[in-house]
């Protein structure tokens, strides 16, 4: 290694940053913190959302939040291959601002729905938006920020991502507070309860998102990205191009490989990490009604606690995040995702095999270490694949393109769930009581994410075939 080379190793990435640098950084996390903000916020209101709408009759609560989740995801997926795209064409900066307003106009939209249907489509529409922010917010600091401030940026980018969940665990902590509160209000008073608290949330993911944009309107586009245009419309060379990227040719290995890294880790999260919040609050509502509990504190108290547990998980995954770009900066790309992968199916499968009480919390932030330390990865792996005028799109049809394969992840999960569950209930002897049978549904939901939770596997087998990229430039035509 050389002196140079070194010496840039030893200096923190922050230091070759000038104003407009921070400036575009800024910019592009907010828009990923805000958008992961409103992820969040459905995740952790979904479920009380589901109660008050109209369902088909017969219909699970639960079974139909992987339905919501996978048409979010789907949606998402959708976004990502739109505005990937789109970004490479007209430009990052541009293509970002319109992704970021229209995730949050229609977070803000899902609390006014009043069926199953119209919140779906609230849902779907928010993550045409939310998929395209991730590729966008890469390629525009990828392209504007020096080569030796790059990596360490982008890890910190997908770290702060988890400030946004942070934010989201401590909105559902302040409503659950607000429904014990205000249950001691007279009848006729405006009051947070359990059937309009998820209504306050979505409204509260719509704000500061919507603020953001005007800010955003002040981002130039990259210059490189602006020669390589000019340099484009020369020679006749296709930006934002799927034929250019998976046709023959040297880009459609990476993109195809990326795209199975990217479905790995992103099922373990949708699939099976973001249902926690319905492990906390089966585990509080067994044991508080076991104790005779009302039915107003049982709703508080599983409130509060689901955004505590979010809170725990993403502080663990900031932590995750920031690790793995140190690692990555320091062994490799591929070692540290090989680390990743083996901690997240580890820590996955024991947090939903034996988690049994709010004492064991913090089970849910060594979950969420290692699965969220796996999409820094992603921030910081999958612009050093592509050239400038792909960066977006293959960036983003890896991301997000597996979204598709993803979105059953949620699907599937529930049908197995129900499928574990009825089979559970069955074996129950006749005369078990309610409670009998919840702990026979709890029982399920575990086992069903023990094999969800396998995917991780091919993670670990996928990397093998994968190049390490650690020290070499980006790539161009």
Not at 39 to 63: M, T, Y
Not at 365 to 392: C, D, H, K, N
Request: glycine content about 12%.
């Amino acid at each position: 290694m050389s002196d140079e080379s070194s010496q840039r190793n030893k200096t923190a990435w922050w230091h070759y940053m000038e104003s407009y640098h921070w400036f575009v950084f800024a910019m592009a996390a907010l828009a990923w913190l805000f958008d992961c903000f409103d992820q969040q916020i459905f995740i952790l209101f979904r479920e009380s959302a589901l109660k008050q709408l109209d369902l088909p009759e017969g219909a699970g609560v639960k079974e139909y939040g992987g339905y919501a989740t996978s048409i979010f995801v789907a949606g998402w997926a959708t976004g990502g291959l739109i505005f990937g795209s789109v970004g490479d064409r007209i430009g990052r900066a541009k293509t970002l601002t319109l992704t970021v307003l229209l995730y949050s106009l229609f977070t803000g939209l899902s609390a006014l729905s009043h069926a199953w249907w119209d919140f779906a489509l609230y849902r779907f529409i928010t993550g045409l938006g939310v998929g395209g922010v991730f590729g966008l917010a890469v390629a525009l600091i990828a392209d504007t920020l020096p080569d030796s401030a790059r990596p360490g940026a982008l890890g910190m980018l997908q770290a702060l991502s988890a400030v946004g969940n942070i934010s989201a665990g401590l909105v559902s902590m302040l409503l659950g507070q607000l429904i014990t509160s205000h249950a001691e209000l007279p009848e006729g008073a405006w009051r947070v309860t359990p059937e309009n608290a998820w209504r306050g949330a979505f409204l509260l993911g719509a704000i500061p998102a919507f603020l953001c944009v005007f800010i955003q309107l002040r981002l130039k586009e990259p210059e490189k990205w602006v020669r390589a245009r000019e340099e484009g419309r020369a020679t006749g060379v296709k930006f934002g191009s799927y034929a250019s990227l998976l046709g023959p040719g040297r880009w459609r290995k990476p993109a195809i490989l990326g795209m199975l890294l990217c479905i790995t880790g992103v099922i373990g999260l949708w699939g099976i990490g973001f249902f926690a919040p319905e492990l906390v609050g089966d585990v509080i509502n067994s044991s508080l009604r076991a104790k005779g509990v009302g039915e107003t504190e049982i709703a508080s108290q599983a409130t509060f606690y689901k955004g505590l547990n979010s809170i725990i998980q993403n502080v663990g995954a900031f932590f995750g995040m920031i690790a793995f770009a140190f690692l990555a900066q320091r062994i490799g790309r591929k070692p540290a995702f090989w680390i990743a992968f083996v901690g997240a199916l580890i820590s996955t499968n024991a947090y939903f095999m034996l988690f049994k009480s709010v004492d064991q919390l913090w089970m849910s932030g060594v979950m969420g270490f290692f699965q969220l330390a796996l999409f820094a990865g992603f921030a910081i792996y999958l612009p050093e694949l592509f050239p400038t005028r792909l960066r977006s799109t293959g960036t983003s049809f890896c991301y997000n393109v597996g979204r598709f394969i993803a979105a059953t992840g949620p699907f599937t999960f529930g049908i197995l769930q129900k499928k574990l569950g009825e089979a559970a209930i069955a074996k129950l002897p006749p005369g078990s009581d309610l409670a009998a049978e919840a702990a026979a549904k709890l029982g399920a939901f575990r086992e069903a994410t023990s094999w969800v939770s396998l995917i991780f596997i091919l993670g670990i087998v996928v990397v093998f075939l994968l190049p390490e990229t650690k020290g070499k430039p980006l790539p161009e035509d």
